[in-house]
């Protein structure tokens, strides 16, 4: 059996593992670069032929790791791509938003169209979390929840006596409305994200006070607080913060937007598998409530809506992607107000090296944006724990309870070099298990 890693080394971005059997082939997600390093490999051809793919299996539906499924149809594949329900749904609004993307922006050449995206798109087949599925003569698979977004998988693969275990994105528990990731029972081999292998989260709770101070400066001061996205989890987990927090008196009615309508797609789709939410959100819905929604928010969705926020007087929050400030609606408020020190900005997201997020985050004084340059006043404050992957000592517990049998290697993916390094000397070291650090489309005997 052989494998080889087709994205995301040395990198989060491009997920893409090809596994052969002898018998089968089969790819772990196929998702989009988006480093700007690499995002130039979107255009080159896959250094396997599509047309030979049996089956993808899908672990979550952000654009990294589902982002270039059309692509693969386009150049031949014909096979099924095996997911959860919600995977399903959210990516046909991903890809189809990704399409339009590329249209619009010119410095992207189109690797698919629209057409492609609903060429594939009866290709995808989703099953339930915890049922084992034989998908082709030599191979079965099971889904647990990750707990990273609604709808995103931990496959467990069956392969003859061997056991292959792949994270995709874990989760960084205990977070609302997901549930926390599930405990694999035992694995040969697990295939294990490494976002942030060196990293370790501030609690949940120390976020969440921020965010309140936030919300409160933001108010006194008359000013604008910016809290960039991603359409998929982070906006939803923000507005249940932001209501949790004016439900329990702790914030003023502030008008908080919402600006971007993939993320108001992306809301209505967490309502409808509301069904997979942990059991505080459950409660709180069967309760009657709207998890989403409160008073004082606004659903932005047309375009032209944008330069009305902007002019509104007066307190207001506004969300909009992307979630590392490069493109989407949120350049529009950066240039605005990042240069007036009654606002904020508040970053809440992964930032990958070289995006502007980044460069925010690190403590820039001028910022270009949009080839306009902006001085920034405002006050600029990364929040790590509302990220929605695991931390380095929940990498290592997860990993830990994989115990029948013990894993004897991991490959590590899905991360900086620094941390995939600090990671592999973490689980060296604690669970003295061999890591693998993968190189690009290089192939591994197993
Ligand atoms: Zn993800």
Not at 296 to 324: D, E, N, R, T, Y
Not at 392 to 418: C, D, M, T, Y
Request: proline content about 4%; some cysteine; charged content about 25%.
């Amino acid at each position: 059996m052989k494998v080889s890693f087709h994205g995301a080394c040395r990198e989060v971005t491009g997920s893409c593992i090809l596994v052969e059997t002898g018998k089968t082939k089969f790819l772990v997600d196929c998702g989009m670069f988006q480093d700007e390093s690499s995002v130039f490999k979107n255009e080159e051809s896959f250094a396997f032929n599509p047309s030979e793919i049996d089956f993808v299996l899908l672990t979550h539906a952000h654009v990294d790791h589902c982002g270039r499924i059309p692509k693969l149809y386009k150049d031949g594949f014909r096979g099924k791509i095996y997911c959860s329900q919600p995977t399903r749904e959210i990516s046909r609004a991903m890809l189809l938003d990704s399409a339009n993307v590329f249209l619009k922006d010119k410095k992207i050449s189109p690797i698919y169209f629209e057409n492609d995206v609903w060429g594939v798109m009866p290709h995808f087949q989703y099953l339930s979390y915890n049922k084992e599925t034989a998908v082709s003569s030599d191979v079965r698979i099971k889904l647990m929840d990750a707990g990273h977004v609604l709808g995103s998988a931990v496959f467990e693969v069956l392969i003859g006596k061997k056991k292959m275990v792949f994270s995709g994105d874990l989760g960084n528990h205990p977070a609302p409305i997901v549930k926390n990731p599930e405990t694999v029972a035992g694995a040969d081999v697990v295939f294990l994200e490494s976002t942030y292998g060196s990293g370790f989260h501030e609690p949940r709770e120390s976020g969440r006070e921020k965010l309140k101070q936030a919300v409160i400066d933001t108010v006194n001061k008359k000013g604008v607080l910016m809290i960039p996205v991603f359409a998929l989890e982070r906006s939803q987990e923000i507005l249940f913060e932001l209501k949790r927090l004016l439900t329990k008196g702790e914030i003023p009615s502030v008008p908080v937007f919402l600006d971007s309508p993939l993320a108001s797609q992306v809301t209505d789709i967490y309502r409808k598998f509301a069904n997979l939410f942990d059991e505080e959100a459950m409660a709180l819905m069967g309760k009657g409530e709207d998890l989403f929604d409160f008073r004082g928010l606004k659903f932005v969705k047309k375009p032209g809506q944008s330069k009305k926020i902007s002019k509104m007087k007066g307190a207001k929050i506004v969300l909009a992607g992307s979630g590392m400030c490069d493109g989407g609606r949120i350049g529009g408020y950066l240039k605005k107000n990042l240069d007036n020190s009654r606002n904020r900005l508040l970053l809440v997201s992964f930032q990958v090296e070289g995006t502007l997020g980044s460069v925010l985050a690190s403590g820039a004084k001028e910022v270009k944006i949009e080839k306009q340059r902006v001085k920034v006043r405002a006050d600029v404050s990364l929040l790590s724990s509302f990220s929605s992957h695991a931390d380095q000592r929940q990498l290592a517990e997860w990993v830990s309870k994989i115990k029948n049998p013990r894993p004897k290697n991991i490959f590590l993916s899905h991360g900086e070099e620094k941390s995939r390094l600090a990671l592999k000397e973490a689980l060296e070291k604690e669970l003295k298990i061999n890591c693998c650090l993968p190189e690009f489309q290089k192939e591994y005997g197993l």
